[in-house]
């Protein structure tokens, strides 16, 4: 007997309602399937308004377009991203699932059903569709890595959200607040909510959050602060969602980011003492990630590829040279010059018919654990990055660094 059958039989396995809906963008919801009971689909429907709407939802499709890989050119100003058209429908395949008590951890894609104990939205699938055009979902990845380096290619996600609003709010132990300067008054009562939650909604968590911040792990060897200031700015969404930087909440449509550097307590309220900015605001979180070792691999139009010969054994450095073709189209000048052209026209925002000079070779940097994990591999586009280019084959220019000679000439020769 599977293991799945067996809990089943004793009682362990959850009680479960399937549901299909479609959305669009503004959240309006049409039922396709739903469970008969009406607390079932009252749960069902105030749970998914939990799911992004307007200009969240464009930045969670446009997140999640980048991340399968799928944009054709790196994307580097918000305009870049902003091409990408975002479909106005979406449609939901789930399931409401309530376990018995202790017998159930959430997983990825579940929501937690507000008022309804050890009860669950399943989201099994998500597609998308255009006006009259059939449905589409992203390809699965293989693991977390890959779509992250697919975001992590694209300079666009460092882009922040223009700033609408900044306030700092001072709070007394009693639960006195108050805004400097007044927000305005649809956004005061959100922005009381929220501040109460960050800094702690019972004396418990006052105590606990102030130690948290502190980082001391007993909240009983600190002093309890009279009184709190701290400040955060409302934030029209950024083009793609950080990783490093997600909004605490949302007010409307504005993201809120608390400012790690607004943050400071009093023990009489008189005298302010700064909180310490945690190591995690700097994204080192991210940091077996981004700084990844690598070497610089050398390639050449006509098909050579240079780079230090201790980086690879010998089948490893024959499966570089397999991918690198491949990738580059190098020893195929048609498939070449579209690679480079891709290059080009990404990183220096130029116009798609814009005429170019020819491409000796391109500098790429390589992971040196390219290959060590055979089981858990990324795709290889994923895990290269492009650095430095040359149309002679001897003077190199720094993708991230101003227009070439060679490129300023053809734009104007196209002007």
Do not use: C
Not at 13 to 23: A, S
Not at 59 to 72: C, I, K, N
Request: proline share 7%; charged share 25%; hydrophobic share 35%.
């Amino acid at each position: 007997m599977g293991d799945a059958k067996r809990r089943k039989q004793l009682g362990l396995m959850p009680t479960v309602y399937p549901f299909e809906v479609e959305l669009n963008r503004s959240g309006t919801l049409t039922e396709v399937v739903m469970p008969e009971g009406e607390a079932q689909r009252q749960q069902i429907t105030a749970t998914l308004r939990q799911l992004p709407t307007g200009p969240q939802w464009d930045q969670f499709y446009r997140t999640d377009y980048v991340s399968a890989g799928l944009p054709e050119e790196r994307l580097i100003t918000r305009e870049d991203v902003e091409k990408i058209a975002v479909p106005p429908r979406r449609r939901i395949v789930g399931e409401l699932a309530t376990w018995p008590a202790g017998n159930h951890q959430t997983e990825p894609g579940e929501l937690k059903v507000e008022g309804a104990e050890h009860t669950w939205l399943r989201l099994r699938s998500q597609q998308h569709a255009f006006e009259n055009q059939p449905w589409q979902q992203f390809p699965e990845l293989e693991n977390t890595e890959e779509w992250l380096g697919y975001l992590f290619q694209h300079p666009a996600l460092q882009l922040e959200g223009e700033v609408e609003g900044r306030y700092s709010a001072e709070q007394t132990a009693d639960g006195q607040l108050s805004w400097t300067p007044e927000p305005p008054e649809e956004q005061r009562a959100a922005l009381d909510n929220l501040a109460r939650r960050w800094h702690g909604e019972t004396p418990d968590d006052w105590a606990a959050i102030h130690a948290e911040r502190l980082g001391e792990e007993d909240a009983a060897s600190v002093s309890v602060p009279q009184v709190l200031r701290s400040t955060f700015e409302l934030r029209r969404p950024s083009p793609l969602r950080s990783f490093l930087s997600a909004p605490f909440d949302l007010i409307g449509e504005l993201e809120v980011f608390p400012d790690a550097a607004g943050q400071a307590y009093s023990l009489d309220a008189q005298t302010w003492q700064d909180y310490p900015v945690s190591e995690s605001d700097d994204g080192e979180d991210f940091g077996d990630f981004t700084d990844v070792e690598t070497f610089s691999a050398t390639v050449w139009a006509g098909g050579r590829m240079e780079w230090p010969v201790e980086a690879l054994d010998a089948d490893a450095a024959q499966r570089l040279t397999a991918d690198l073709l491949a990738y580059t189209g190098a020893d195929d000048a048609a498939a070449w010059a579209s690679y480079t052209g891709g290059v080009l026209t990404s990183f220096y925002e130029l116009e798609p018919d814009t005429a170019l000079p020819h491409v000796q070779a391109i500098k790429i940097s390589v992971p040196n654990d390219l290959y060590e994990d055979e089981e858990d591999s990324d795709s290889f586009e994923a895990q290269v990055i492009e650095d430095e280019i040359s149309f002679d084959g001897d003077t190199w220019h720094d993708l991230y660094e101003d227009l070439p000679d060679e490129l300023t000439t053809a734009t104007q020769e196209e002007n």
